[in-house]
C-alpha cells in the first residue's frame, strides 16, 4: 500500500502540472495579439489599425479593443476608429459592431457588420445598415498607420440610413418629408 501511494501521488501530480501547463501554454497562443485573433476567425489583420496592445475577447467571441486615441486610417475610403472599437466575432465576419465609421461621398456611416465574401473572391464587405460596400481584400492584410482625429459627424450618415430604412419599411410619406 506504501508504495502504492509513492507511485500514484507523483502521478497525479504530474498530470495536474502538465494539465495547468498546457491550459497556461492555450491562453499564450490564442490571444497574443488581436491581429492574431483576427487572422484565427479568417478576418484580414487590417481591419484594426497599428499599435493595438490592449483587448479583450470572451469565449463567445464578444471582443473589446481599446485605442489611445481616435484615429484616422486611409484605405480606399478613410475609416474612423473610436478609442473603443467592439463587437463579436464570428469566422468571416464581425456582428454587432461599434467604434468603426467610414466616410462614403462626404459622409460619415457607423459601420455595423465586417464580412468577408468566399476566401477566393478577394471580397470584404463593410454594412453601414441599408447598404453594404465591397472593397478589395488586399487592402486590409496588413495594420494601417492610423492618425489622431476627432470623432467624425454622424448625424447625417445616420439620418440617411434611418430614411432609407423608413422608405423600405413603407413610411414613404414621412420619409420623403425627412429628405426634403
Known sequence: MQSLRRFVIPLISFFICSSLLSVANSDEASGSSIY????VHGLPMGLLP???KNFSLDNSGKFEV????????????ELHY????SGTLRFGQIDGLSGISAQDLFLWFPVIEIRVDIPSSGLIYFD?????????????????DCLAAPGPDLRDGRQIVETVSQIRLGKHDDAARTVM
Open 36 to 39: 492574431e485573433v483576427l487572422k
Open 50 to 52: 497599428k499599435g493595438v
Open 66 to 77: 481599446h485605442l489611445d486615441s481616435a484615429c484616422i486610417a486611409q484605405f480606399e475610403n
Open 82 to 85: 473610436d478609442m473603443n472599437v
Open 128 to 144: 453601414v445598415g441599408v447598404v453594404s460596400k465591397q472593397f478589395s481584400l488586399s487592402s486590409f492584410e496588413t495594420p494601417r
